[in-house]
């Protein structure tokens, strides 16, 4: 009850104006609703609550697939065509099942056994104050992880796990973004252009965090280059990962870390 | 002219005039056309003039710019408040004149059709939410509950022979393991939140890492409520999951019409 009272007074601070039953209730009072122009479309996605967002302002892909396959349609009129509008509606439901998937699950698992491992061992140094587990595995390897843990311990723990967890994101999100552009070039970039690129009206929706991680999205797609290459990459990709493991692969991580 | 339809409504409307200026605002077109009200007996389409074949152009920004107009003139509708129920029309229906609106869309039984949507929509709107995991959370998940697969995922690192299969092979077995955390995260998430819905109609995710993606019918004063489950849920889930949530939104999921 506080913290909606709270909440309440940090929305009435935004100088909300009209006057409507709805407005008396603070989740669904929402920025003055002024536009009767549809071409003034620049508002930034406002959020209600801490997790909804108003439709109004917000990028056209939220309501795409609404617009263009639900709502009445009549029986009696062919709807108008909209080139190839229609295979967008089924793009935008495409599972992604690839190989390229596989891979990056692969290496995703396979990097967490390298920290985990890593980790333990260094709480193992400072508690026993040893040495030894350097030597149980490749040295080289499991001594950058462990230096690249240094830093980051350095920065907060748990800034670390943040971080790790942006620059996959960013990964998974180029992939996706990948996949839509490589269908959307089978429709004449129809996917691309209407949701406006894909990056802004995407990302309108996530976390401020998301649009920070647009930088370490490009680098960490030019550096690992690996499963997102398109096919044939792919599997070419997936081989030098594999030869180079422990090796130019790896340290590249806690470097990109200690750059943030 | 031809009409392009945004919706139909319940007439009358308290306050609002047939031809009276911005009552809907401008639509589709360039420049915007006005929306206004086609009445018919107790209902009435909204729509505004198009020339014959300006809807339906191959120009993706004509495109995009009309599909938007038709997304705000509805989002308009339902911030406002003041209309109790639309059904949206799916973009790009465009019937020949006024008399067919009568005749096509808002007569005979249709007319029945029509109340009876509206009736069951009444004061209600749509909440479309989409939660999708945070990868490296759910991967460190995956190995947690299954660690074989990350010895396997470290063990093809080191070996030159085969390490390329059996790197597809462990990425297949995480896959398999995200498919059933996915149905059962679902699973918990529509049971939050059907309290707090008259109706929901889940979709069909749209890739690996999305949970949900469900669009809820909620009745106005019950937005409050469903807002809070779903903080309730984030403040549970945040390190895993993501949340977002759009609305309210006019019912396009729930509106189930071919006329």
């Given at each position: 009850m506080v913290a909606q009272a709270e909440q309440q007074n940090e929305r009435q601070g935004q100088g909300h104006a009209v006057a409507d039953e709805l407005m008396a209730d603070p989740i669904v009072r929402r920025e003055p609703y002024v536009m009767q122009d549809p071409l003034m479309d620049d508002l930034p996605a406002r959020r209600d609550s801490q997790i909804r967002r108003a439709p109004q302002g917000s990028g056209l892909y939220d309501v795409l697939d609404l617009i263009l396959d639900k709502g009445i349609v009549i029986d009696a009129f062919v709807r108008v065509s909209l080139v190839g509008i229609e295979l967008l509606t089924v793009d935008l439901r495409v599972v992604i099942a690839s190989v390229d998937t596989y891979l990056r699950y692969a290496e995703g698992v396979e990097k967490l056994q390298v920290y985990e491992r890593s980790r333990a061992m260094k709480l193992q140094d400072m508690v026993k104050g040893s040495t030894k587990s350097m030597a149980k595995e490749g040295a080289k390897g499991i001594g950058e992880a462990i230096t690249g843990q240094d830093d980051d311990e350095d920065e907060g723990g748990s800034k670390k796990n943040d971080e790790e967890g942006e620059e996959n994101e960013g990964v998974v999100g180029s992939l996706a973004k990948g996949v839509r552009n490589v269908v959307a070039r089978g429709v004449g970039s129809l996917v691309g252009s209407l949701t406006g690129g894909g990056d802004e009206d995407d990302d309108e929706g996530g976390d401020g965090g998301e649009r920070k991680q647009q930088p370490q999205r490009r680098r960490t797609q030019r550096a690992s280059?690996?499963?997102?290459?398109g096919r044939g990459g792919g599997g070419g990709g997936g081989r030098s990962t594999g030869r180079t493991a422990g090796g130019a692969r790896r340290p590249n991580r806690p470097t990109r870390a200690r750059r943030k | 002219m031809s009409l392009h339809l945004y919706g139909v409504i319940r007439w009358p409307v308290a306050g609002l005039t047939p031809g009276a200026a911005a009552n809907f605002g401008t639509g589709i077109g360039s420049p915007p056309r006005p929306v206004d009200a086609i009445v018919h007996q107790d209902l009435a389409a909204l729509a505004s003039r198009v020339h014959p074949g300006e809807v339906g152009t191959s120009n993706v920004r004509v495109l995009r710019r009309d599909m938007k107009a038709h997304a705000d003139v509805l989002n308009r509708i339902v911030a406002a408040g003041k209309i109790g129920a639309i059904l949206p029309f799916q973009f790009g229906v465009v019937v020949p004149s006024e008399a067919a609106v009568a005749e096509r869309v808002l007569g005979g039984a249709r007319a029945r059709a029509l109340r009876e949507r509206l009736e069951r929509l009444e004061g209600a709107v749509e909440l479309k939410l989409r939660a999708t995991y945070l990868e490296d959370v759910v991967l460190r998940e995956v190995v947690a509950e299954q660690p074989q697969l990350a010895a396997a995922g470290a063990g093809s690192s080191r070996s030159r022979g085969g390490s390329y299969q059996s790197k597809i092979e462990t990425g297949r077995r995480v896959a398999a393991a995200i498919r059933a955390k996915r149905a059962l995260d679902a699973q918990r998430l529509l049971a939050a939140l059907k309290p707090v819905a008259r109706e929901i109609r889940a979709g069909r995710a749209g890739s690996d890492m999305t949970v949900l993606s469900a669009s809820f019918l909620v009745g106005r004063g019950a937005i409050d409520r469903f807002d809070r489950a779903l903080e309730q849920i984030h403040a549970r889930e945040r390190t895993r999951l993501k949340l977002d949530c759009v609305g309210p939104l006019p019912p396009f999921s729930f509106t189930d019409l071919t006329l």
């Open positions: 280059g690996g499963a997102h290459n | -």
